[in-house]
């Protein structure tokens, strides 16, 4: 069965950027909501046990993304036989995690109250709350939600984003309904478990519309190929792992040492990295089986340059994504939340560092995905899980949110980049320069560094000499503006001269000229 790799991709990334886009606003509305409705501690409590189901979902050991790893060479050779025997296990595993997880989950009841410092809002029974929220976790594995393997295998996301971006809409909708006039805070999550498992049936019912060869997995798959996955999932239970370390044991410690306010305003800024996070991460979930086909297809000469390509454009959007962050957070938050409710401009600072230093792992990433290197990188996965924990609890204890950022900086920096680097060079790109690599984005990363120093002063100096009224909305506003222009002018003047600018753009206007073919 042919793949139209690049325009699946095109498509994908189009419904991905619409759903981020409506999952953006929806979610954003909801917090507000009970932000001003309920309370700063209601949104803490919320952020608290997600992170921590987000620690008992690496039962899942990753096994749905070493499966449909697996799935991209039988789909290439049209081995309905393997795939069929894939799906089977597939959904084997998850009916068994399912279970592992709410198990777990049901034991880690009476310990919840250690994971947080301080009252908790008056009239909540958190343990109710926490069975819900575990629930919802539970469902997320049960419900047919092997299906959705299929579609993304064979490169339909734009079917899984459709489906998705409706479903969650109603029930988002209700949810503020509900939050804004029954002011009731067990009814509002009691939709999420629902909305979950109705998402799952419905992909469920498409995929065997589109696919019906494969509605009923059969089958078993060699002991070599087994071995093969169980090998994979090794490899990317570490990767869960240092990827949990970075983002739910942030809010767990915050929580153990601040209490749930500070969870709340953390988390505020970290919904708007997040959703930024979510708009780039569009682009390589629509890429990734294009480039786990390709790796299976295509030369490694290829492949690299394809690589070297999107490594350069997804750091110089992702650059410019620091700089918007840094400009107009501070005014934004003042807007959304109010001045009380607001880091330093410090913290602001390291925030912005830290989601450029997580950005520049994302291509490499999605490479070391492709060519199912996750077994090589399980050691530099689980040092920088321990370092992160270590870092967090000592650095934090002694200098606060600054500390906690700063730990998960250096982790990924220094443990994740650096290891994953050479891992991907040492195994695929094996005739590479190593070095060279590491020079071109240390230099993408001072550019970066520069620019949005650079740019930060210009446009707060602008609207302090230009705009003489006081208003949030207006600064905001302004702001916005020039951040559309004023970074990618230096962006643009500095890497114009490059090797790699030339390059990527040639390739770029190719995949454009292909797509109007």
Same mark, same amino acid.
């Given at each position: 069965? *042919?793949?139209?790799?690049?325009?699946?991709?095109?498509?994908? +990334?189009?419904?991905?950027?619409?759903?981020?886009?409506?999952?953006?606003?929806?979610?954003?509305?909801?917090?507000?909501?009970?932000?001003?409705?309920?309370?700063?501690?209601?949104?803490?409590?919320?952020?608290?046990?997600?992170?921590?189901?987000?620690?008992?979902?690496?039962?899942?050991?990753?096994?749905?993304?070493?499966?449909?790893?697996?799935?991209?060479?039988?789909?290439?050779?049209?081995?309905?036989?393997?795939?069929?025997?894939?799906?089977?296990?597939?959904?084997?595993?998850?009916?068994?995690?399912?279970?592992?997880?709410?198990?777990?989950?049901?034991?880690?009841?009476?310990? @919840?109250?250690?994971?947080?410092?301080?009252?908790?809002?008056?009239?909540?029974?958190?343990?109710?709350?926490?069975?819900?929220?575990?629930?919802? +976790?539970?469902?997320?594995?049960?419900?047919?939600?092997?299906?959705?393997?299929?579609?993304?295998?064979?490169?339909?996301?734009?079917?899984?984003?459709?489906?998705?971006?409706?479903?969650?809409?109603?029930?988002?909708i209700l949810q503020i309904i509900i939050v804004c006039l029954a002011k009731n805070y067990y009814l509002y999550i009691i939709f999420m478990p629902i909305t979950n498992a109705t998402v799952n049936i419905l992909t469920a019912i498409v995929s065997d519309k589109y696919y019906p060869q494969y509605k009923k997995g059969y089958g078993k798959i060699s002991k070599e190929e087994l071995k093969n996955i169980k090998k994979q999932v090794i490899g990317l239970l570490a990767q869960r792992l240092a990827h949990t370390s970075r983002n739910a044991l942030d809010n767990i410690i915050i929580s153990s040492y601040f209490g749930l306010s500070l969870v709340a305003i953390y988390g505020n800024y970290f919904y708007v990295i997040n959703a930024l996070t979510g708009i780039l991460a569009v682009l390589f979930t629509a890429m990734q089986a294009g480039i786990g086909n390709s790796v299976a297809k295509e030369s490694v000469e290829k492949n690299y340059?394809?690589?070297?390509?999107?490594?350069?454009?997804?750091?110089?959007?992702?650059?410019?994504?620091?700089?918007?962050?840094?400009?107009?957070?501070?005014?934004?938050?003042?807007?959304?939340? #109010?001045?009380?409710?607001?880091?330093?401009?410090?913290?602001?600072?390291?925030?912005?560092?830290?989601?450029?230093?997580?950005?520049?792992?994302?291509?490499?990433?999605?490479?070391?995905?492709?060519?199912?290197?996750?077994?090589?990188?399980?050691?530099?996965?689980?040092?920088?899980?321990?370092?992160?924990?270590?870092?967090?609890?000592?650095?934090?204890?002694? $200098?606060? @949110?600054?500390?906690?950022?700063?730990?998960?900086?250096?982790?990924?920096? $220094?443990?994740?980049?650096?290891?994953?680097?050479?891992?991907?060079?040492?195994?695929?790109?094996?005739?590479?320069?190593?070095?060279?690599? $590491?020079?071109?984005?240390?230099?993408?990363?001072?550019?970066?560094?520069?620019?949005?120093?650079?740019?930060?002063?210009?446009?707060?100096?602008?609207?302090?000499?230009?705009?003489?009224?006081?208003?949030?909305?207006?600064?905001?506003?302004?702001?916005?503006?020039?951040?559309? #222009?004023?970074?990618?002018?230096?962006?643009?003047?500095? $890497?114009?001269?490059?090797?790699?600018?030339?390059?990527?753009?040639?390739?770029?206007?190719?995949?454009? *000229?292909?797509?109007?073919?």
């Open positions: 069965m *042919k793949i139209e790799r690049t325009k699946n991709t095109i498509s994908g +990334s189009i419904w991905g950027i619409i759903n981020q886009f409506v999952m953006l606003i929806f979610p954003f509305v909801i917090r507000t909501c009970i932000l001003k409705i309920l309370g700063t501690q209601y949104v803490g409590i919320g952020s608290l046990f997600t992170s921590i189901l987000s620690v008992l979902s690496l039962a899942e050991l990753g096994v749905g993304s070493a499966i449909i790893y697996s799935m991209y060479q039988p789909i290439a050779e049209n081995d309905e036989k393997k795939i069929h025997a894939l799906l089977k296990l597939y959904k084997d595993v998850y009916t068994i995690i399912g279970v592992t997880v709410l198990v777990v989950g049901l034991f880690l009841l009476p310990f @919840i109250k250690y994971f947080i410092k301080g009252d908790v809002p008056n009239g909540i029974n958190i343990y109710i709350i926490y069975v819900i929220y575990l629930l919802n +976790s539970v469902v997320s594995y049960w419900c047919f939600a092997y299906k959705s393997s299929i579609l993304t295998a064979f490169q339909r996301n734009d079917i899984l984003t459709k489906i998705s971006l409706f479903i969650r809409s109603f029930f988002f340059k394809d690589f070297s390509n999107i490594n350069f454009l997804y750091l110089w959007i992702a650059g410019w994504c620091t700089v918007c962050f840094t400009c107009l957070i501070q005014p934004f938050m003042k807007v959304w939340v #109010g001045e009380k409710l607001i880091f330093s401009i410090r913290i602001v600072f390291l925030l912005a560092f830290y989601f450029y230093a997580m950005k520049m792992t994302d291509s490499i990433g999605a490479f070391i995905s492709a060519t199912g290197l996750w077994w090589k990188c399980k050691w530099s996965y689980l040092f920088e899980a321990v370092v992160n924990l270590i870092l967090n609890i000592g650095l934090g204890y002694y $200098f606060g @949110i600054s500390g906690i950022i700063v730990a998960t900086i250096i982790s990924v920096i $220094f443990v994740n980049y650096c290891s994953t680097v050479i891992i991907l060079h040492k195994n695929y790109f094996i005739k590479y320069s190593i070095r060279r690599f $590491f020079e071109k984005n240390f230099f993408y990363l001072v550019i970066t560094c520069i620019v949005t120093i650079i740019s930060f002063g210009i446009i707060d100096k602008l609207y302090n000499e230009f705009i003489h009224y006081n208003s949030m909305i207006l600064e905001l506003a302004f702001k916005a503006l020039l951040c559309v #222009g004023v970074p990618n002018i230096f962006f643009f003047l500095l $890497f114009f001269s490059t090797k790699q600018f030339k390059e990527a753009s040639k390739w770029l206007l190719h995949k454009i *000229k292909y797509i109007h073919r």
